[in-house]
Protein backbone atom coordinates (compact mmCIF):
# COMPACT_ATOMS: atom_id res chain seq x y z
CA UNK A 1 0.00 0.00 0.00
CA UNK A 2 1.39 3.36 -0.74
CA UNK A 3 2.28 5.16 2.44
CA UNK A 4 3.67 8.57 3.18
CA UNK A 5 4.95 8.76 7.11
CA UNK A 6 5.87 12.23 8.77
CA UNK A 7 7.10 12.51 11.84
CA UNK A 8 7.48 14.58 14.51
CA UNK A 9 3.39 14.89 14.17
CA UNK A 10 4.47 18.55 15.71
CA UNK A 11 7.28 20.36 16.87
CA UNK A 12 8.18 23.80 18.96
CA UNK A 13 11.68 25.34 19.03
CA UNK A 14 13.23 28.69 20.05
CA UNK A 15 13.64 31.08 17.34
CA UNK A 16 17.29 31.23 15.80
CA UNK A 17 17.57 27.26 16.09
CA UNK A 18 17.66 24.64 13.63
CA UNK A 19 15.57 21.51 12.98
CA UNK A 20 14.80 18.31 11.13
CA UNK A 21 11.75 16.81 9.71
CA UNK A 22 11.59 13.48 9.29
CA UNK A 23 9.28 11.41 6.20
CA UNK A 24 9.34 7.99 5.32
CA UNK A 25 7.41 6.03 2.28
CA UNK A 26 6.39 3.09 1.28
CA UNK A 27 4.96 4.31 -2.54
CA UNK A 28 6.24 2.27 -5.81
CA UNK A 29 6.90 2.99 -8.45
CA UNK A 30 8.96 6.26 -7.44
CA UNK A 31 8.66 9.49 -9.12
CA UNK A 32 9.38 12.17 -7.34
CA UNK A 33 9.13 13.67 -3.60
CA UNK A 34 8.40 17.33 -2.50
CA UNK A 35 7.79 19.21 0.40
CA UNK A 36 5.29 21.16 0.61
CA UNK A 37 5.02 24.07 3.34
CA UNK A 38 1.35 25.51 4.07
CA UNK A 39 0.76 28.74 6.33
CA UNK A 40 -2.36 27.92 8.40
CA UNK A 41 -5.35 28.75 6.25
CA UNK A 42 -3.33 28.83 3.38
CA UNK A 43 -2.67 26.61 0.30
CA UNK A 44 0.66 24.65 0.70
CA UNK A 45 3.69 26.19 -1.40
CA UNK A 46 6.56 23.60 -3.04
CA UNK A 47 10.10 24.17 -1.57
CA UNK A 48 11.95 21.84 -3.26
CA UNK A 49 11.61 18.11 -5.17
CA UNK A 50 13.66 15.41 -5.05
CA UNK A 51 13.81 12.90 -7.89
CA UNK A 52 15.28 9.38 -7.42
CA UNK A 53 18.98 10.28 -8.20
CA UNK A 54 19.54 13.06 -6.19
CA UNK A 55 20.84 13.02 -2.61
CA UNK A 56 20.37 16.25 -1.30
CA UNK A 57 18.43 20.26 -2.69
CA UNK A 58 19.09 23.36 -0.81
CA UNK A 59 16.03 26.28 -1.34
CA UNK A 60 17.51 29.05 1.20
CA UNK A 61 17.72 28.02 4.84
CA UNK A 62 16.21 24.81 3.63
CA UNK A 63 17.75 21.76 2.90
CA UNK A 64 16.05 18.51 1.67
CA UNK A 65 17.94 15.39 1.56
CA UNK A 66 17.03 11.75 -0.02
CA UNK A 67 17.72 8.60 0.88
CA UNK A 68 15.93 6.59 -1.99
CA UNK A 69 17.60 3.05 -0.76
CA UNK A 70 15.82 3.58 2.63
CA UNK A 71 13.30 5.58 1.54
CA UNK A 72 13.53 8.15 3.80
CA UNK A 73 13.72 11.84 2.72
CA UNK A 74 14.12 14.76 5.57
CA UNK A 75 13.52 18.54 5.40
CA UNK A 76 16.25 20.43 7.51
CA UNK A 77 15.67 24.08 8.55
CA UNK A 78 18.60 26.64 9.84
CA UNK A 79 17.81 29.75 11.60
CA UNK A 80 14.60 29.68 11.74
CA UNK A 81 12.35 32.59 11.98
CA UNK A 82 9.00 33.14 13.08
CA UNK A 83 7.81 32.84 9.66
CA UNK A 84 8.56 29.04 9.39
CA UNK A 85 5.84 28.35 11.72
CA UNK A 86 3.77 26.03 9.52
CA UNK A 87 2.90 23.01 8.59
CA UNK A 88 5.04 20.76 6.49
CA UNK A 89 4.18 18.06 4.17
CA UNK A 90 5.50 15.58 2.51
CA UNK A 91 4.36 14.65 -1.04
CA UNK A 92 5.59 11.82 -3.55
CA UNK A 93 4.93 10.52 -6.64
CA UNK A 94 4.13 7.24 -7.86
CA UNK A 95 3.42 6.92 -11.19
CA UNK A 96 0.66 8.51 -11.96
CA UNK A 97 -0.46 9.16 -8.00
CA UNK A 98 0.08 11.85 -5.60
CA UNK A 99 0.45 10.62 -2.07
CA UNK A 100 0.67 13.39 0.97
CA UNK A 101 1.75 12.94 3.95
CA UNK A 102 0.17 14.01 6.84
CA UNK A 103 2.31 16.90 7.55
CA UNK A 104 4.35 18.32 10.60
CA UNK A 105 3.33 21.36 12.67
CA UNK A 106 6.20 23.90 13.56
CA UNK A 107 5.64 26.44 15.98
CA UNK A 108 8.52 28.59 16.10
CA UNK A 109 8.60 30.78 19.49
CA UNK A 110 10.08 33.92 20.53
CA UNK B 1 0.19 34.48 -5.84
CA UNK B 2 0.15 30.87 -6.95
CA UNK B 3 -2.42 32.34 -10.03
CA UNK B 4 -4.87 29.61 -9.36
CA UNK B 5 -8.12 31.29 -8.08
CA UNK B 6 -10.88 30.02 -5.75
CA UNK B 7 -14.11 30.97 -4.77
CA UNK B 8 -16.07 32.07 -2.30
CA UNK B 9 -13.29 32.38 -0.06
CA UNK B 10 -15.69 31.28 2.67
CA UNK B 11 -19.02 30.09 2.99
CA UNK B 12 -21.74 29.16 5.48
CA UNK B 13 -24.54 27.50 5.32
CA UNK B 14 -26.76 24.52 6.62
CA UNK B 15 -27.28 20.78 6.99
CA UNK B 16 -28.74 20.02 3.99
CA UNK B 17 -28.25 22.34 1.48
CA UNK B 18 -26.33 22.42 -1.72
CA UNK B 19 -23.28 24.45 -3.07
CA UNK B 20 -20.31 24.85 -5.51
CA UNK B 21 -17.45 26.11 -5.20
CA UNK B 22 -15.47 27.40 -8.75
CA UNK B 23 -11.66 26.97 -9.23
CA UNK B 24 -9.99 28.95 -11.94
CA UNK B 25 -6.37 26.96 -12.83
CA UNK B 26 -3.23 29.19 -13.86
CA UNK B 27 -3.20 30.03 -17.05
CA UNK B 28 -2.32 27.10 -19.47
CA UNK B 29 -2.53 24.66 -16.79
CA UNK B 30 -5.00 21.80 -17.99
CA UNK B 31 -5.24 19.86 -15.20
CA UNK B 32 -7.22 21.15 -12.03
CA UNK B 33 -7.33 18.60 -8.91
CA UNK B 34 -9.32 19.21 -5.84
CA UNK B 35 -8.51 17.97 -2.43
CA UNK B 36 -10.48 18.51 1.14
CA UNK B 37 -8.59 19.25 4.21
CA UNK B 38 -10.90 18.91 7.31
CA UNK B 39 -9.76 20.78 10.97
CA UNK B 40 -6.04 20.03 11.94
CA UNK B 41 -5.75 17.06 9.04
CA UNK B 42 -4.13 16.00 6.18
CA UNK B 43 -5.26 17.29 2.66
CA UNK B 44 -7.21 14.15 1.33
CA UNK B 45 -7.76 14.24 -2.67
CA UNK B 46 -10.90 14.11 -3.58
CA UNK B 47 -10.86 14.17 -7.70
CA UNK B 48 -8.39 15.27 -10.35
CA UNK B 49 -9.58 16.15 -14.18
CA UNK B 50 -7.65 17.02 -17.32
CA UNK B 51 -8.80 19.16 -20.29
CA UNK B 52 -12.66 18.56 -19.37
CA UNK B 53 -12.21 14.62 -18.78
CA UNK B 54 -12.12 12.92 -14.96
CA UNK B 55 -8.70 11.37 -14.66
CA UNK B 56 -8.60 9.92 -11.32
CA UNK B 57 -10.44 9.90 -8.51
CA UNK B 58 -10.01 9.62 -4.46
CA UNK B 59 -12.19 9.42 -1.57
CA UNK B 60 -14.98 12.27 -2.93
CA UNK B 61 -18.39 11.29 -1.52
CA UNK B 62 -21.50 10.94 -3.91
CA UNK B 63 -22.80 13.45 -2.40
CA UNK B 64 -20.16 15.45 -4.03
CA UNK B 65 -19.63 15.90 -7.77
CA UNK B 66 -17.39 17.89 -10.11
CA UNK B 67 -16.40 18.99 -13.41
CA UNK B 68 -14.29 20.83 -15.70
CA UNK B 69 -15.56 23.01 -18.60
CA UNK B 70 -14.09 24.01 -21.75
CA UNK B 71 -12.54 27.47 -21.06
CA UNK B 72 -10.59 24.95 -18.04
CA UNK B 73 -12.22 26.40 -14.88
CA UNK B 74 -13.11 23.46 -12.35
CA UNK B 75 -16.44 23.49 -10.04
CA UNK B 76 -17.19 20.98 -7.34
CA UNK B 77 -20.35 20.95 -6.21
CA UNK B 78 -21.58 19.73 -2.90
CA UNK B 79 -25.08 18.34 -2.01
CA UNK B 80 -27.00 17.08 1.14
CA UNK B 81 -24.48 18.70 3.55
CA UNK B 82 -23.50 17.00 6.57
CA UNK B 83 -21.59 18.81 9.40
CA UNK B 84 -18.68 16.98 8.57
CA UNK B 85 -18.29 18.60 5.30
CA UNK B 86 -17.04 21.34 7.04
CA UNK B 87 -13.30 22.23 5.69
CA UNK B 88 -11.11 23.78 4.02
CA UNK B 89 -11.54 22.67 0.32
CA UNK B 90 -8.54 23.20 -2.21
CA UNK B 91 -8.02 23.24 -5.77
CA UNK B 92 -4.53 23.02 -6.93
CA UNK B 93 -3.23 23.12 -11.07
CA UNK B 94 -0.66 21.18 -12.95
CA UNK B 95 0.37 22.08 -16.73
CA UNK B 96 1.02 18.33 -16.84
CA UNK B 97 -1.20 15.26 -17.62
CA UNK B 98 -1.19 12.16 -15.27
CA UNK B 99 2.87 11.99 -16.14
CA UNK B 100 3.41 15.05 -13.48
CA UNK B 101 6.26 13.41 -12.50
CA UNK B 102 8.53 16.68 -12.55
CA UNK B 103 5.41 18.91 -12.14
CA UNK B 104 4.52 21.13 -9.26
CA UNK B 105 0.94 21.27 -8.10
CA UNK B 106 0.25 24.97 -7.55
CA UNK B 107 -2.86 25.34 -4.60
CA UNK B 108 -5.89 28.31 -4.50
CA UNK B 109 -5.91 29.77 -1.57
CA UNK B 110 -8.98 27.35 -0.43
CA UNK B 111 -12.87 27.68 0.36
CA UNK B 112 -13.67 27.05 3.84
CA UNK B 113 -17.07 25.73 4.06
CA UNK B 114 -18.58 25.82 7.51
CA UNK B 115 -22.10 23.85 7.67
CA UNK B 116 -24.62 24.75 10.01
Known amino acids: KNQVEQSPQSLIILEGKNCTLQCNYTVSPFSNLRWYKQDTGRGPVSLTI?????NTKSNGRYTATLDADTKQSSLHITASQLSDSASYICVVSAGDKVIFGPGTSLSVIP | DSGVTQTPKHLITATGQRVTLRCSPR?????VYWYQQSLDQGLQFLIQYYNGEERAKGNILERFSAQQFPDLHSELNLSSLELGDSALYFCASSGRLVTWSTGELFFGEGSRLTVL
Open chain 1, 50 to 54: MTFSE
Open chain 2, 27 to 31: SGDLS
